[in-house]
Every structure is written in C-alpha cells, then in structure tokens.
C-alpha cells in the first residue's frame, strides 16, 4: 500500500460518491471502461466513498446517480442499447439538466446528440440532450490527439471514428485542436461541453492521463451532494508519465 492510500484507508470517509457506467456491455471500446476505474481510485484518494455500478440494457436504472460515464462501441452496439436508451432519456436529461456531472466518449457522445446518421443512411435517434449531430463518412479519423482547452489544460487521447460530428449553438468545444482531428476533418474542434457534460471521442482510456477531467467531476458531484469539495492528496506519478508518453507519440 503506498502512502496516499494508507492514509486514505486511515482517514474517515468524507461521504460516498456514486458513478454509474452506462452499457459497458456493448459500450466499452479502447478500454473506456477504464475511465471508471480512475473515479474509482482517484474518489478514493480524495478522501470519499466510491460506489461503482453498471447499467446495461434491462436493467433497472441506479438511484441517487452522482456521476454518469459513458464509452464507445461500434454502429451493431449503439444498434442494441438504443431502444433502452431512449427508454431512459428522460431520466438521463433530468440529471443533466440538474447539473450532474458526465463524460460520455465517442459512440455515446453521438447518441446524446440529436441523432447519427450511419454510412448507408440509417439513422439512429439520438436523447438531444447534447446540441449535436452525427454523420457516417467513409473517411476513418484514427491516431493520437492534442486538445487544448480553457478549462483542463492540454487534453491528450486517441481517436478512431468515422462518425464526423458539428455542434450546435446550444453547446460549445471542448477545445481546439493542434495535433489530430476531433470532431469533423473540418472545423478544428474536438469534443463539447454542454452543462457539466464532457463528451470526447478520445479513448485510450480518457482519464487516467487527463486527471484533471476526473477532478472536475468528483469536485462536480461532491459540491452538488455535500454542498463543498474537500480534495484529497492523488497520486498523479503514473498520469504524469504517461502524459509525457502520450505527448511524445506522433500523429
């Protein structure tokens, strides 16, 4: 046990914080699922009681829901949750606009826009809670990103989607994008925030080399359930090695 996480297993727990990943069964491509673990550990060493859960299709939806993460799967994934997405769009569009704090990435980011529309033409409804919109391309925007961004700093990750994605006025870009593509191949912007919605299509997994993204949102979820956020001590060692790594890699 290092030191961080002898004194957090010492220390009593600030109070419990609830992440719930939504279909990690069919939504949970380049290790997505990942970025629930960082909440987990990072929850933890910030002095709180993480409480990890997983929703798939048919299940009955958690409760007391302080963080919402969602990853990516391919078109046959987004095929099978759906019809159980739209079944749970209105309890997924209270808790954003009550300000809960989510990060959804890539085939999940698509699917809380307005709609995807595939390469030969299908389209999938979207729950709009996001001011976006999605096309299929035969274009494949693939290989490692630089995002920079007002409020995290440099955001860095791996895309690989054909899926070209614009906002809408009703949202705004994560940031710009130096190195990569992002959204589209043509307006040089990556991701949206909407609320305390990230949506990305950086995988890889997102958080464990972006931890102040995590950060924002236990300190999201915490101020809304306690009222206050208390930070803890992380240990960013291995998120600093591997920012350094993932900065180093080309295009």
């Given at each position: 046990m290092n030191p961080a996480e002898a004194s957090t297993a010492a220390a009593p727990s600030k109070g419990r914080l609830r992440v719930v990943q939504l279909y990690p069964r069919d939504m949970n491509i380049y290790g997505d699922w990942g970025n629930a673990l960082?909440?987990?550990r990072r929850i933890a060493w910030h002095g709180y009681t993480p409480d990890v859960l997983e929703y798939n299709v048919g299940d009955p939806f958690p409760d007391n829901v302080d963080i919402i993460?969602?990853?990516?799967?391919?078109?046959?994934?987004?095929?099978?949750i759906q019809d159980d997405?739209?079944?749970?769009?209105?309890?997924?569009?209270?808790?954003?606009?009550?300000?809960?704090?989510m990060l959804v990435i890539c085939g999940l980011y698509q699917l809380f826009g307005r709609f995807f529309k595939t390469r030969t033409g299908a389209v999938i409804p979207g729950i709009g809670i996001l001011d976006v919109e999605t096309h299929g391309t035969d274009e494949r925007l693939i290989g490692?990103?630089?995002?920079s961004t007002s409020e995290f700093g440099e955001v860095l990750g791996y895309e690989n989607h054909s899926g070209q994605t614009t906002l809408g006025s009703g949202v705004r870009p994560l940031g710009t994008v130096p190195k990569g593509t992002g959204n589209n191949s043509t307006d040089g912007h990556e991701g949206a925030r909407y609320r305390n919605i990230v949506a990305s299509y950086l995988h890889g997994s997102l958080l464990p080399k972006n931890p102040a993204i995590a950060d924002f949102l236990i300190r999201t979820a915490a101020e809304r359930k306690f009222?206050?956020?208390?930070?803890?001590?992380?240990?960013?060692?291995y998120a600093v090695l591997a920012r350094e790594h993932a900065a180093r890699r080309p295009r």
């Amino acid at each position: 046990m290092n030191p961080a996480e002898a004194s957090t297993a010492a220390a009593p727990s600030k109070g419990r914080l609830r992440v719930v990943q939504l279909y990690p069964r069919d939504m949970n491509i380049y290790g997505d699922w990942g970025n629930a673990l960082v909440l987990q550990r990072r929850i933890a060493w910030h002095g709180y009681t993480p409480d990890v859960l997983e929703y798939n299709v048919g299940d009955p939806f958690p409760d007391n829901v302080d963080i919402i993460v969602g990853g990516g799967g391919q078109d046959s994934g987004q095929l099978v949750i759906q019809d159980d997405l739209q079944a749970r769009a209105g309890e997924l569009r209270e808790l954003a606009e009550e300000g809960a704090p989510m990060l959804v990435i890539c085939g999940l980011y698509q699917l809380f826009g307005r709609f995807f529309k595939t390469r030969t033409g299908a389209v999938i409804p979207g729950i709009g809670i996001l001011d976006v919109e999605t096309h299929g391309t035969d274009e494949r925007l693939i290989g490692n990103v630089k995002v920079s961004t007002s409020e995290f700093g440099e955001v860095l990750g791996y895309e690989n989607h054909s899926g070209q994605t614009t906002l809408g006025s009703g949202v705004r870009p994560l940031g710009t994008v130096p190195k990569g593509t992002g959204n589209n191949s043509t307006d040089g912007h990556e991701g949206a925030r909407y609320r305390n919605i990230v949506a990305s299509y950086l995988h890889g997994s997102l958080l464990p080399k972006n931890p102040a993204i995590a950060d924002f949102l236990i300190r999201t979820a915490a101020e809304r359930k306690f009222g206050s956020f208390s930070p803890g001590t992380p240990d960013d060692a291995y998120a600093v090695l591997a920012r350094e790594h993932a900065a180093r890699r080309p295009r």
